[in-house]
């Protein structure tokens, strides 16, 4: 900032001073002024009252101000002779004299006659009280004068410290000038930096683009083709095809997605029973669920890939497939049969997902020792681990 601006901004607060001063010490009340009050009534013996009371307070220094509540100095406290409760409140408003002179004053209220309704009287009534200050405005101002002389050479101090910055400040814009040419030298060398980047990158993102069209390729030739539809007997159920039994030569079976032109979606109870020549089966993901002993007995079944449409597996639906691995459940999987895996004994890992909320008996029961069924913390499978003492791991 320009010093001789940073000059003219302290002296403009300057000539601001002895309003802020004044508005800081200002005295509670000065003459003309209004002091509004608020008695309450804090002891009350609980009883049908009528009483009497007026305002006591410095008539040479305060004037009433008549008021719904206030007439004549006499508040107005209750009406047929209803019990005076504790927190009633009277408000009074109070004028502050030109003469009034500085000090303290007191207001409160004073009963002057209470009584029940057969006239006894009644003691226990008290309000509360005040004290006002009034303050002389000319030795307020005097205070906030000198007050203002303090600030003044405050000020002049801090003027003179910023002349000596001002100073500082030049030195430093030339330094900032250097600066801001280096910084746009920097500029530059990193733009070209960053355009270099981005060409290697979108260099970098087509050669990966092809690699992955040539993986994409690739796998596409090794899948397997659908085995023959005659291998397969099914029945036609409410537009859907499930299969009743497999009759092709086995090895690696990629089961089609449609039948008769029916999408299959069960491969039915016993369908592959005791097939042993069958190695590996890849389930298309038109199905809806794997039912009882589907592929009991398949002792050279080493692989199933079973797709994310399922829902149920039947019980001892892998019942003795002594050559299998390994099994993901998909997250579609609810429920899985009893016995589905029993005496699976080459069956080292299995996978659970959190959606599954039902295990039957025996599920995993005379499987190889080493078996490890990975599942979440808290799910069901967990707690079914546990009960059935199954090694099991989190993941």
């Known amino acids: 900032m320009n010093p001789k601006k940073c000059l003219a901004l302290l002296l403009a607060l300057l000539c601001m001073l002895p309003a802020f001063s004044l508005s800081e010490e200002a005295p509670a009340y000065q003459p003309g002024d209004t002091v509004e009050l608020k008695f309450a009534v804090t002891e009350n013996p609980n009883k049908a009252v009528a009483a009497t009371a007026r305002l006591v307070y410095d008539h040479d220094a305060f004037a009433l101000i008549p008021s719904d509540f206030v007439q004549n100095d006499m508040p107005f406290l209750s009406t047929n002779l209803k019990g005076i409760p504790v927190g009633e409140t009277v408000e009074a408003a109070f004028r502050v004299l030109p003469g009034a002179a500085a000090g303290v004053y ?7 006659q209470a009584g029940d309704i057969n006239e006894t009287e009644v003691s226990g009534l008290a309000f509360s009280s005040f004290q006002v200050t009034v303050e002389d405005l000319g030795a307020l101002l005097s205070r906030a004068e000198e007050e203002n002389a303090a600030l003044r050479a405050q000020l002049n101090e801090a003027a003179a410290q910023m002349d000596a910055l001002s100073l500082q400040i030049s030195d430093y814009a030339q330094m900032l000038a250097q600066a801001s040419s280096e910084n746009e030298t920097l500029r530059r060398q990193l733009e070209e930096a960053q355009k270099a980047l981005e060409e290697e990158k979108a260099r970098a993102d087509a050669e990966k683009a092809e690699f992955q069209a040539q993986v994409d390729a690739q796998k596409k030739q090794q899948q397997p083709s659908p085995s023959l ?7 036609i159920r409410n537009g859907k095809a499930t299969i009743t039994k497999y009759t092709g030569k086995g090895g690696d079976v990629v089961i089609p997605d449609t039948l ?21 089966v890849t ?29 149920s597996i039947g019980g001892s639906a892998f019942y003795g497939c002594s050559s299998l691995k390994s099994i993901t459940i998909p997250s579609s999987v609810t429920s899985i049969g009893s016995y589905t895996f029993y005496e699976c004994l080459g069956l080292t890992s299995v996978t659970i997902p959190d959606s599954v909320t039902s295990i039957g008996v025996n599920a995993f029961s005379s499987c190889n020792k080493s078996l490890i069924i990975y599942i979440s913390k808290g799910s069901y499978a967990e707690s079914y681990c546990k009960r059935w003492k199954l090694n099991y791991k989190l993941q």
Not at 106 to 112: G, K, L, T
Not at 229 to 235: G, I, K, L, R, V
């Open 260 to 280: 008769g032109g029916y999408p299959v979606s069960i491969v039915g109870d016993k369908a592959f029973y005791k097939c042993d020549s069958l190695t590996n």
């Open 106 to 112: 007191s207001f409160r209220i004073e009963v002057e």
């Open 229 to 235: 539809e005659s291998d397969f007997n099914y029945e």
């Open 283 to 311: 389930i298309p993901d038109s199905v809806k669920s794997i039912g009882v002993n589907a592929f009991y007995g398949c002792g050279s079944l080493t692989s199933v890939t079973i797709p994310s449409s399922v829902t």
